[in-house]
């Protein structure tokens, strides 16, 4: 079984440019949640989704960052005009249903802003 | 406010010492507790979880965890430290009725001497 899946690894953008960040769950998961870690912090929820629903974005900056999860294809995570704040490693985590469930992670993509 | 204190930044043992990571958690409600470990520029692995029942949960790698109510504590837990250890560990917490989104804490670093 493939593991959460996420590409690019390495994204770097500069500042004003949209960074696009992908993830594909396990199989079999249809619960997609994406997490933020700024450097020498631990990991921050930013929003949870299943296939055409955002549950819950309570994590997520009011501006500029946006996420989806179709019907078909990957969990796409985007961040509009970055700025070097947004320089972090962005995970993504699936699990095969809600709540009790763990959730396992990707290797994440580490943005870098220029 | 729900939160997780991971009291330790660094922590450094000797190879075949004990270890022991402490994790405090702040909730409401009985929580779902968890806890990660990360290899630098890797994702998170999932270490053990507790949901309910026996409060000494077992998980990979030798680690354990106890789960102390009384305490609001999850420690982690493992007789002999090898050197494939070092790594950041985390701890997090979840609640059902919060659709699955997990709380971490700041991550404990750990060092291993030869």
């Known amino acids: 079984n493939a593991g959460v899946m996420q590409n690019p690894r390495h994204l770097v953008r500069r500042r004003g440019q949209e960074a696009r960040l992908r993830c594909s769950p396990m199989k079999g998961h249809s619960h997609v949640y994406w997490y933020r870690q700024l450097p020498e912090e631990g990991l921050k929820f930013m929003v949870y989704?299943?296939?055409?629903?955002?549950?819950?974005e309570s994590g997520m900056p009011k501006e500029r960052f946006s996420a989806e999860f179709p019907k078909e294809g990957p969990s796409i995570l985007r961040i509009q005009q970055v700025v070097r704040g947004d320089s972090a490693a962005y995970f993504c985590?699936?699990?095969?249903?809600?709540?009790?469930?763990?959730?396992?992670f990707g290797p994440g993509t580490r943005l870098t802003v220029t | 406010a729900q939160s997780v204190t991971q009291p330790d930044i660094h922590i450094t043992v000797s190879e075949g010492a004990s270890l022991e990571l402490r994790c405090n958690y702040s909730?409401?409600?009985?929580?779902?507790l968890f806890w990660y470990v990360q290899s630098p520029g890797q994702g998170l692995q999932l270490l053990l979880k507790y949901f309910s029942g026996d409060t000494l949960v077992q998980g990979i790698k030798g680690f354990e965890a106890e789960f102390k109510r009384s305490q609001s504590s999850f420690n982690l837990r493992k007789p002999s430290v090898h050197w494939s250890d070092a790594a950041e560990y985390f701890c997090a917490v979840g609640r059902y009725n919060q659709g699955g989104k997990l709380i971490f804490g700041q991550g404990t670093e750990l060092s291993v001497k030869p």
């Open positions: 985590a699936s699990s095969q249903g809600q709540g009790i469930y763990e959730q396992y």
């Open positions: 909730y409401g409600a009985t929580p779902y």
């Open positions: 989704l299943q296939k055409e629903n955002i549950i819950d």
